[in-house]
């Protein structure tokens, strides 16, 4: 069986690699100019809807020094965007479905995103844009939980052990008011898919969570500071990514969902094929891995885990466990699903009216 870079370091922890050369990008650089009969040249602006902290500072000054291309950084409009005002967004899951239902994004040119193999599962075909026909996954965080916890003890590990702490120490465990999330992981700690819209494993949700919400908090902000005042809460791992005594950030194996932000090319994007040129850009593994480090999210770029410190592989509030390997998918209910969770939450969450 070939491993990883990451499985390794997780099965030989603090093994460091020395002399591991970059790993090979077919686009990297990308020249548009030189690739047959359907070459495309760079156009030469682009007008970059992305967060600058969501990027190492050399990636425009990289991007630029390559394609001789002048890039003009806007505030990010998001999913509400005047036509032709920008080249490339970077949206989360549930705002890009929005835009390609409304079909408001364009289908991408494969052929111009060369670097679109490195991408691993599950990200390389997502449920809620099926082959990645309009987007590319730029990073992403799952969901777990945090853990107040001594170093060495070994502590819960699953969602039923998450679930089960609600009963032993009622009052001190916590879940975002969050009817998709904290459902879905109650189908899993069931034996169920977190996306599951049969009655069946919804009814055995509900009476999971029926039977601990008297003793969980529902809502609030999920940082170090609450944790200090409780045992544990379901969260994503960008509020625990630095390793502190007492706090672990728990991936539970049995499966879990993870939260993307994806690039795109909104419709009438006036930059087209230098959009593109971005698209690929941001999915060099060096340029991937140097986003990473600046933001402390995992990059879907198989390739790109050469280039990173053993500290920050092996660190699950950022990338979850390589050995033994999770169940990573995505929060994608049915529409019949999201009606039937949002039921259930209302049932669980309202207060008890008064007669």
């Known amino acids: 069986m070939h491993l990883t870079r990451r499985q390794l370091l ?3 922890a603090p093994l460091v690699l020395a002399g591991c050369s970059r790993p090979g990008s077919s686009a990297a650089p990308q020249t548009f100019a030189s ?3 359907n070459a495309q040249v760079p156009d030469p602006e682009l007008l970059l809807g992305v967060p600058p902290r969501s990027m190492a500072a050399a990636s425009v000054p990289e991007f630029t020094k390559r394609f001789n291309v002048k890039v003009t950084m806007i505030a990010p409009p998001g999913a509400d965007f005047a036509p032709g ?5 970077l949206l989360d899951q549930d705002a890009l479905s929005a835009l390609i239902a409304a079909k408001r994004v364009e289908p991408l040119d494969r052929t111009l995103i060369a670097n679109r193999k490195l991408v691993e599962p599950p990200f390389d075909d997502p449920s809620f844009d099926s082959g990645g026909a309009h987007s590319v996954p730029k990073d992403y965080t799952v969901v777990g939980f945090a853990l107040a916890a001594r170093a060495g003890a ?3 590990s699953s969602w039923v052990d998450f679930f089960d702490l609600a009963t032993t120490f009622p009052g001190q465990v916590g879940v975002p008011d969050d009817a998709v999330t904290v459902i879905g992981a109650a189908l899993v700690a069931t034996g169920h898919d977190w996306n599951s819209s049969a009655s069946g494993d919804l009814d055995d949700a509900r009476a999971l969570l029926t039977s601990v ?10 940082d170090r500071a609450r944790l200090n005042g409780g045992l544990a809460v379901m969260c994503t791992g960008l509020g625990f990514r630095d390793a502190r005594a007492g706090v672990r950030f728990v991936v539970p194996p049995e499966g879990t969902v993870a939260r993307p932000r994806l690039l795109c090319i909104p419709e009438f994007a006036p ?6 040129a971005w698209l690929n850009h941001a999915l060099d593994p060096l340029v991937a891995a140097r986003d990473t480090v600046r933001t402390g999210r995992a990059t879907p770029v198989g390739e790109a885990t050469f280039a990173l410190p053993p500290k920050l592989l092996t660190n699950h509030a950022v990338y979850p466990p390589a050995l033994p390997p999770v169940a990573l998918g995505f929060s994608d209910p049915s529409d019949a699903g999201l009606e039937a969770r ?3 939450w209302q049932e669980l969450v309202a ?3 008064r007669r």
């Open 342 to 344: 949002a039921a259930m």
């Open 35 to 37: 690739r047959g009969r």
């Open 10 to 12: 997780a099965a030989a």
């Open 213 to 222: 919400r008297p003793r969980i908090g529902v809502g609030g902000t999920v």
């Open 85 to 89: 005002s920008v080249d490339v967004l």
């Open 154 to 156: 070994p502590g819960p």
């Open 271 to 276: 930059d087209p094929v230098s959009a593109h």
């Open 351 to 353: 207060p008890p009216t």
